[in-house]
């Protein structure tokens, strides 16, 4: 059971590269989230997924995609990267049954990307 | 809008000395508030989920309660090993965390 899974943990991309920021987990969990992080600050919310096909705008969606194709995946697509996209980023899962208690959301471990 | 705000941004305390953190939000429909720690260059740390006006939940030095409106954090005599960021986060599809206390604890 390995939980959340991302890749890779550390990207340096020049400016109007793009790439692909994989997140990966093995419980089962409807809910799936990503953020980024600046220096000093808080997590801001990218894009969340509630399910397999359903995704939504978080508070700082510009410049990045996503899709959620199967339960387990949850990719984070950056087109052109621009030096702001500098920042660490996380993908987390939650579980939500619907009836019953949440219990916590799960983090990967970060992906530290720099945009040059 | 929802929205999660944490106070104070950030506090230094001497070890032994306790206080409060407070996480305040305005999101309808809460399905969970958390608190997590956050140490430099690390990933977030879950530490508690509270559900419900009234809830109380503890772990060692740490006790959290919950309100309508706020949730604290309260550290009794803290430990220079207390030293982290603290954040909050409110749950209703979107999870989302407020921008944390650095809590220093010095000996």
């Known amino acids: 059971n390995a939980g959340v899974t991302q890749t890779p943990k550390f990207r340096i991309l020049k400016i109007g590269q793009s790439m692909t920021l994989q997140c990966t987990q093995d419980m089962n969990h409807n809910y799936m989230y990503w953020y980024r992080q600046d220096p000093g600050m808080g997590l801001k919310l990218i894009y969340y997924s509630v399910g397999a096909g359903i995704t939504d705008k978080g508070e700082v969606p510009n410049g990045y995609n996503v899709s959620r194709s199967t339960t387990e995946d949850f990719p984070l697509r950056l087109e052109l990267a621009a030096p702001s996209q500098t920042s660490v980023y996380f993908c987390?899962?939650?579980?939500?049954?619907?009836?019953?208690?949440?219990?916590?959301?799960?983090f990967g471990q970060g992906t530290r990307l720099t945009v040059v | 809008e929802d929205q999660v705000t944490q106070s104070p941004e950030a506090l230094r305390l001497q070890e032994g000395e306790s206080s409060s953190l407070n996480c305040s939000y305005t999101?309808?429909?809460?399905?969970?508030l958390f608190w997590y720690r956050q140490d430099p260059g690390k990933g977030p740390e879950f530490l508690f989920t509270?559900?419900?006006a009234g809830e109380e939940k503890e772990k060692e030095r740490l006790k959290a309660t919950l309100t309508k409106k706020e949730s604290f954090l309260h550290i009794t005599a803290p430990k220079p090993e207390d030293s982290a960021t603290y954040l909050c986060a409110v749950h209703r599809n979107k999870l989302i965390f407020g921008t944390g206390t650095r809590l220093q604890v010095f000996p």
């Open positions: 509270l559900y419900s």
């Open positions: 999101v309808s429909g809460l399905r969970g």
């Open positions: 987390a899962t939650l579980d939500f049954p619907g009836t019953g208690e949440i219990t916590e959301a799960f």
